[in-house]
């Protein structure tokens, strides 16, 4: 049993539950908002994430690594202080930016060298390396160092990346412990998420997913998917992996998704999530409702005077029209690109809200359908 998460109510395997940390408590499902560099993109502050009910923020260990220092956000008190935010925090590993940098690294039992794409230098990273950058962080959840092998991979690539990781998450686990009991170490009760690797392989997947629920991690994180199987491969996955994942732990798909996605994953047992969508297709004009996505950069919004959804809450919403939030975005004027990231983060966090008290009324497999049906209506 975990000391720190607490199981709910479950429905199906959808799962309603809690997560206490050092930084207040996580209500789950949870979709976490990225602000890889520490900052939302679309000038997003600290009290608009509080105003739209965000519980967690995601900052990039290897973005912060490069720019401004993981030493210097150490010297500034640590990530919640240098962001002015004191909610929880999760830090990925730097895992997946080796990956989407192939062409700069290599990769090696010890870990991974490679250029930064910042200004070229050299870097190394292995689990050692990345635990101590996310323990200057400080933030409240650290995720292993693993490596996002490519889709697609060979079995015998796969079986030996996976290998590999499993050795990287016992140096992380010991490097995390040895951090965590550091004088001078911020945040002493850091929390490590492992990460189950395997791509489409499902058997590959779940000896992976025995292996790690074995090394009593605080949570468990299912990476490498969404990176170009379909979506009826990744729900196969999630079918035959999650239940070999421990049920009273945390479960964490990275990189996931769609609004369809997150309610396909959460009836297979998924409870935190994290993805760029709402925000980088904010910042392109597009925007979710519960009756599908609209473009806004459409001509048909010209003078259209309805908010950008009717009954919605968000501050875009509350006072703007769809024809003056298209205007600023062909402006090219930043409050529009703002707006329209704030009205999808706060329709992502009021669906995640939305899901919780579903499942708590174990009603959740007729919401989940209505959802999806009701947002292929303008498709």
Same mark, same amino acid.
Request: charged share 25%; proline share 6%; net charge neutral.
């Given at each position: 049993m975990s000391k720190n998460y607490r199981l709910i109510t479950l429905d199906g395997r959808a799962k309603r539950g809690e997560l206490h940390t050092v930084h207040g408590v996580i209500q789950t499902p949870v979709f976490m908002n990225v602000g890889t560099a520490a900052a939302i993109k679309g000038a997003v502050s600290t009290e608009d994430l509080e105003g739209i009910g965000t519980q967690v923020e995601l900052s990039n260990t290897y973005h912060?690594?490069? #720019?401004?220092?993981?030493?210097?956000?150490? @010297?500034?008190?640590?990530?919640?202080?240098?962001?002015?935010?004191?909610?929880?925090?999760?830090?990925?590993?730097?895992?997946? @930016?080796v990956f989407s940098l192939a062409g700069l690294r290599k990769i090696k039992e010890e870990g991974v060298y490679f250029n930064s794409h910042v200004d070229g230098r050299k870097i190394f990273m292995g689990p050692e390396e990345s635990m101590q950058i996310q323990s200057n962080l400080a933030s409240t959840i650290a995720?292993?160092?693993?490596?996002?092998?490519?889709?697609?991979?060979?079995?015998?690539?796969?079986?030996?990346?996976?290998?590999?990781?499993? #050795?990287?998450?016992?140096?992380?686990?010991?490097?995390?412990?040895?951090?965590?009991?550091?004088?001078?170490?911020?945040?002493?009760? @850091?929390?490590?998420f492992g990460i189950n690797q395997g791509g489409t392989f499902e058997d590959i997947r779940i000896e992976h997913a025995k292996t790690i629920s074995e090394m009593d991690l605080d949570g468990y994180a299912l990476g490498g998917l969404a990176v170009g199987e379909s979506h009826e491969e990744m729900y196969r996955i999630l079918d035959e992996t999650v239940p070999y994942l421990p049920l009273e732990k945390p479960t964490y798909l990275m990189g996931v998704g769609t609004?369809?996605?997150?309610?396909?994953?959460?009836?297979?047992?998924?409870?935190?999530?994290?993805?760029?969508?709402?925000?980088?297709?904010? #910042?392109?004009?597009?925007?979710?409702?519960?009756?599908g996505k609209l473009n806004l950069f459409n001509a048909k919004y010209e003078t259209d005077t309805a908010p950008i959804e009717e009954g919605c809450a968000c501050p875009a919403c509350r006072r703007y029209s769809r024809a003056y939030i298209r205007h600023l975005l062909k402006a090219k004027e930043m409050l529009g690109m703002r707006l329209c990231v704030l009205h999808n983060l706060y329709f992502y966090n009021t669906m995640m809200s939305e899901i919780r008290h579903a499942i708590e009324e174990r009603r959740y497999d007729d919401y989940k359908n209505k959802k999806i049906e009701r947002m292929k209506m303008l498709l």
């Open positions: 912060l690594h490069v #720019r401004p220092g993981d030493k210097l956000i150490k @010297q500034m008190g640590g990530l919640h202080k240098f962001m002015v935010w004191d909610k929880p925090i999760l830090t990925d590993s730097g895992g997946f @930016q995720m292993a160092f693993d490596e996002c092998p490519p889709h697609p991979a060979t079995r015998d690539y796969m079986q030996r990346s996976v290998d590999r990781t499993t #050795r990287w998450l016992v140096r992380c686990k010991n490097e995390m412990n040895r951090l965590n009991s550091l004088e001078d170490t911020i945040n002493k009760e @850091q929390m490590l609004p369809e996605n997150i309610l396909e994953a959460v009836a297979r047992g998924v409870d935190f999530f994290d993805c760029v969508y709402p925000t980088r297709n904010g #910042r392109h004009g597009h925007v979710y409702t519960n009756y």
